[in-house]
């Protein structure tokens, strides 16, 4: 006769227990993004079409590169996340890691290069 209970059979077997958390990442990046997305939008817009000069001028100002800024910090993480989630689901085995190595390392450039760019542009 085993005196185990059902819940003492069930521990380890079950959830890795940090889904609410990913969740919540994902919840609060998507809504910074529903804020952010239309001010980059509309402060990109404002410098397109701009000399060189002016598009210079107008990303030294701080406005327009704190949101740039936030948008690149917050969007492509968000990406990376969300594109790590489809390789778990759509591939296998080692293409499995090794295209999760490759999405990574591609945000992680692409969000460095955009803030290099961004700092090169405002100052």
């Known amino acids: 006769m085993s005196f185990i209970t059902d819940r003492k059979r069930a521990v380890g077997l ?3 227990g940090h889904g ?9 990046a998507s809504i910074c993004l529903a804020i ?3 001010l ?3 402060t990109f817009g404002c410098a397109l079409g701009g000399t060189y000069g002016d598009v210079t001028a107008y990303y030294s100002r701080p406005f327009p ?3 740039a800024g936030l948008t690149l910090i917050v969007g492509i993480p968000h990406l990376m996340r969300e594109a790590n989630v489809a ?6 085995g080692t293409k499995r890691q090794l295209t999760m190595i490759a999405v990574s390392a591609f945000s ?3 969000l460095a290069t955009g803030l290099f760019a961004l700092v090169k542009l405002a100052l």
């Open 14 to 16: 079950g959830a890795g």
């Open 20 to 28: 609410a958390d990913h969740h919540w990442q994902r919840m609060v």
């Open 36 to 38: 952010l997305v239309p």
């Open 40 to 42: 980059f939008v509309f």
């Open 65 to 67: 590169a704190i949101v």
């Open 87 to 92: 390789v778990e689901d759509y591939v296998g």
């Open 108 to 110: 992680y450039t692409l």
